[in-house]
């Protein structure tokens, strides 16, 4: 019946996403190796403190995430050419923030339950990230509702440009509210970092190698993206090409 | 040329039912974000029906009346925990004011001489008859070696709460 194919689906990495593909897997490496073995118990935490790197580094990320799909998605709405790239970036680091912003909860409900007592409070930090998370939930459902690609574009633009407005909040939800939630430690509001120098720069390189995560995933995920977008763009040229072949049959 | 769509063996068109399919599947998505959304909005506003209040506030700042259910934070005093009968007492204090804390069992976490802790629930006389404590750790992060153990032995309770 059918005798046109679809383009063959090839490989989506390349020689740039390799490279930082083994970089994110070499700092994760030392974030896991240090952050088990290397670093101190805190003083008043003790083996606690060790979801700190992997805790802070994916909130930092997800903020990074859903910022990077409020740019985007900026980028589409006010480009003359309304580039569907943009879009698919916005759509792609939605989902990767989506995924960061779980681990954030996860771990730090596992931390909570150690330190605090309790896995959750509706403490304003901890609301507002829970908000946040559900937020973009709700962007990638709006994603989903149908329609042309430059449809699905336009209105998950509008939401992300109104969802990224949130990360201010969330981040200072702890300055404006009495919060169980302890203060940022290293982007604290007097600038003093008060953290063990082998912790602090664990932390750090966990958010870098975090950071390179999802540029990776990011990457590899839009072109997934365009693939479909071309696939489906495709279909319909493909259906004809048949049409005609059973005609002349 | 005839366009029309393919249909399956009981007539009817395959891609736009798959495509129905998917897109009903995310309104359904859609509908259980915002139920999501306002759940944890009325949670948020349920919680901040109790006020939360320093220790030196009690009696004295506006919504801190001794007579409501109150969240009362403080650092616990050095030396003041103790446990009989599976009820923790112990005293929190914030700029020099101190409170006594009845607590029905253990309060879990990291809890201890001189961290700051938020304990919810109500004076009775000028006990604070407490049904849940919540352990707060400060945003700074010390390494548990020897040399740090005898600089804390020094100033045991420096840590403030905000």
Not at chain 1, 204 to 231: E, P, T, Y
Not at chain 2, 66 to 77: A, I, S
Request: overall charge neutral.
């Amino acid at each position: 019946m059918t005798t046109t194919e679809l383009p063959a689906i090839k490989g989506v990495g390349t020689q740039a996403t390799r490279l930082y593909g083994v970089l994110a897997l070499v700092a994760l490496g030392w974030v896991f190796v240090g952050g088990l073995f290397f670093t101190p118990e805190d003083v008043v935490q003790g083996d606690a403190v060790r979801i700190m790197y992997v805790h802070v580094p994916t909130a930092w990320t997800a903020y990074l995430a859903f910022i990077v799909t409020g740019v985007a998605s900026a980028c589409w709405l006010l480009g003359k050419k309304h580039s569907m790239g943009f879009d698919r970036v916005a759509g792609a680091s939605a989902e990767v923030g989506v995924a960061f912003m779980a681990l954030t909860l996860i771990s730090g409900s596992l931390w909570g339950r150690i330190t605090w007592g309790t896995f959750w409070v509706w403490d304003p930090r901890l609301t507002t990230t829970a908000f946040l998370f559900v937020t973009y939930l709700g962007y990638l459902a709006v994603r989903g509702l149908g329609g042309s690609p430059q449809q699905r574009a336009r209105r998950s633009s509008v939401v992300a440009l109104l969802a990224v407005l949130e990360i201010p909040l969330v981040h200072f939800s702890v300055v404006l509210w009495r919060s169980l939630h302890q203060e940022a430690s290293v982007l604290s509001p007097d600038g003093d970092i008060k953290m063990d120098g082998i912790m602090l720069f664990t932390l750090l390189f966990g958010v870098f190698g975090f950071s390179v995560l999802f540029a990776w995933l990011v990457s590899h995920r839009q072109r997934i993206m365009a693939m479909h977008d071309a696939q489906r763009a495709s279909a319909l040229e493909v259906a004809m090409v048949d049409r005609l072949q059973e005609a002349s049959s | 040329m005839d366009l029309t769509p393919r249909t399956s063996s009981d007539n009817a068109p395959l891609a736009p039912r798959t495509k129905a399919k998917k897109k009903w599947r995310y309104v359904a998505m859609l509908v259980v974000v915002v139920f999501a959304g306002g759940f944890i909005v009325s949670q948020f506003l349920t919680s901040a029906i109790d006020f939360y209040c320093n220790v030196d506030e009690v009696g004295v700042r506006v919504g801190c009346e001794e007579d409501r259910r109150l969240r009362v934070q403080g650092n616990v005093v050095e030396g003041s925990i103790s446990e009989s009968a599976n009820k923790t007492t112990f005293s929190l204090v914030f700029n020099n004011k101190t409170i006594d804390v009845i607590y029905d069992g253990d309060p879990g976490g990291i809890f201890q001489e001189c961290i700051p802790v938020v304990a919810h629930g109500r004076l009775q006389g000028d006990t604070f008859e407490a049904n849940r404590i919540e352990v707060r750790h400060s945003n700074e992060y010390e390494a548990a070696n020897a040399d740090r153990i005898s600089e804390s032995e020094v100033a045991p309770c420096s840590q403030q709460v905000g």
